[in-house]
């Protein structure tokens, strides 16, 4: 088993709509989890970062956590075209090194 | 805002060829990473460091070394090339939770 899964996709949503990404990770000690967006030919770049069971939001974009069922999602709100890339999700087991999922690319059509 | 570099965008060598991708951060942080990422298989971590000259084997060590002899550089070495090592490498650092990333060197051995 993978220690981060994630739904390769693609997943297509249409412009305004809203993009649903999900992760599953196996390490239930768990602490720090982490969505990271990476456009085609670059790196990947930090959106959000969750540590307690819940939703944050910041701006279109929420985090939930669920650790009970190691369960991590990103929601998108108002989808642009410019949100089109891939999304990593990232868990790090012992505060020491990440862990990535293979990522979700995600296209949103005008 | 933190700063990652890396010393190639692209990088063609030959198989043999001893190469070395260096990486460079401003933020005295204090943890350094090295990724490959490759098509299907997400981001893998090869090595990591939390010190000057401490090293710590990722998942994928093999036929890797690394060198950290400043806190502010981290260096990824390929003692002889192959084939099966041409990738996207990823550079990454970080303080406590947050990681940051560079740029990435596309590395192609032929």
């Known amino acids: 088993q993978k220690e981060v899964e994630q739904n390769s996709g693609p997943l297509s949503v249409p412009e305004g709509a809203i993009a649903s990404l999900n992760c599953t990770y196996s390490?239930?000690?768990?602490?720090?989890f982490f969505w990271y967006r990476q456009y085609s030919g670059k790196s990947p770049e930090l959106i959000m970062s969750i540590y307690s069971n819940g939703d944050k939001e910041d701006g279109r974009f929420t985090a939930q956590l669920n650790k009970a069922s190691q369960y991590v999602s990103l929601l998108i709100r108002d989808s642009q075209p410019s949100d089109s890339a891939t999304y990593l999700c990232a868990v790090n087991p012992d505060n020491n090194d990440m862990r990535f999922g293979a990522g979700t690319r995600l296209t949103v059509k005008p | 805002d933190v700063k990652v570099t890396q010393s190639s965008r692209y990088l063609v060598k030959r198989t043999g060829e001893k190469v070395f991708l260096e990486c460079v951060q401003d933020?005295?942080?204090?943890?350094m990473f090295w990724y490959r990422q490759d098509p299907g298989l997400g981001l893998r971590l090869i090595y990591f460091s939390y010190d000057v000259k401490m090293k710590e084997k990722g998942d994928i060590p093999e036929g890797y070394s690394v060198s950290r002899e400043k806190k502010e550089r981290f260096s990824l070495i390929l003692e002889s090339a192959s084939t099966n090592q041409t990738s996207m490498y990823l550079c990454?650092?970080?303080?406590?939770?947050?990681?940051?990333f560079g740029p990435g060197t596309r590395l192609t051995v032929l």
């Open positions: 933020m005295d942080h204090e943890n």
């Open positions: 990454a650092s970080s303080l406590t939770r947050d990681t940051f």
């Open positions: 390490d239930r000690g768990s602490q720090s």
